[in-house]
């Protein structure tokens, strides 16, 4: 039996090593700011592709086929692509974009990935308040996933810079200068303020056409519709409107006090919080704004 990895891979269609683009792979759980981190790249003139992989991935989970063709080097040599683990259902959660990218043939030694991480107990009180159906374990898996797939690229040959997203709270701008130096990309003021990046920028839905992920839209940043089941007309229009309107890149505090002791009990019996703790120190290992390069 083909297993979904096996099918996501074969869905990317991909270029020549020679013409490959280079490939910048945000990954996270959801809700630890990677939809800002990756705005804040576009803002600086990258083009942004929003979780094409996962896109295949749900409408494969609804019995339709959709493929995305990594565009060619060329005009936009460094692209980012931003993914995220959860949070409806489990397979979400254990989403491997690197290995399937590394699978369908795109170099290792032409991806970066920025593996992104957030207080556990501030991810927790976001999924409470936009998908409350979520399940604990479901928060777990995708944590789990997100450790597991850092490693996992380290061994196959891909750079991994690690970040914490409380190291952006106290600076924003020194934080994503350490970023953008950590991955090789030039750093402008435009990637903090938003105020004046206009309109190529703003987040905006694409419809696929025939069965493609699309490849240009007015915005620098792709975002292929989602299907129904996973949020496409509700929950995920107003979390990206809100963002669209934002005037820079920031660190929204999450209320965590009313969370109860038995979710703390179980994410630490989980060990989640002493991987996040150790991740933590490991991304601080070379500067203090949480960024490390292996």
Partial sequence: ?????????????VPAPEACPRLL??????????????????????????QPLKTILRYGLVGETVRWAVPASGAHDHLVVKETFGPYLREECELDPVGALLDAGVPPERVTVVALLRDPLAVYASWRQWWPDATLDLLVAAFDNAGRR?????????????CVLEGAAADPEAFLRAVFAACGRPFGPEA????????????????????????????????PRQPERFGAGGVQLVIHDALARAPSFQVTPRPTAAIPPSVVSRLHAEGVFAWYETFRRESAAETTLAVVTE
């Avoid at 945000?26 to 592709?49: D, E, K, N, Q």
């Avoid at 303020?193 to 490849?215: C, F, K, Q, Y």
């Fill in 150 to 162: 850092a490693a996992e690229a380290s061994a196959r040959g891909v750079a991994v810079r690690r």
């Fill in 25 to 50: 792979l945000i990954m996270s759980p959801c809700r630890c700011g990677s939809t800002a981190l990756a705005r804040a790249f576009a803002s600086a003139g990258s083009r942004v592709y929003y």
């Fill in 1 to 13: 039996m083909t297993s979904i990895h096996d099918r996501l891979s074969r869905s990317l269609r």
């Fill in 192 to 223: 903090v303020d938003w105020s004046a990046t206009g309109g190529e920028t703003r987040l905006e839905w694409t419809a696929t056409a025939d069965g493609m992920i699309p490849n240009a839209s007015r915005s620098r940043i792709i975002m």
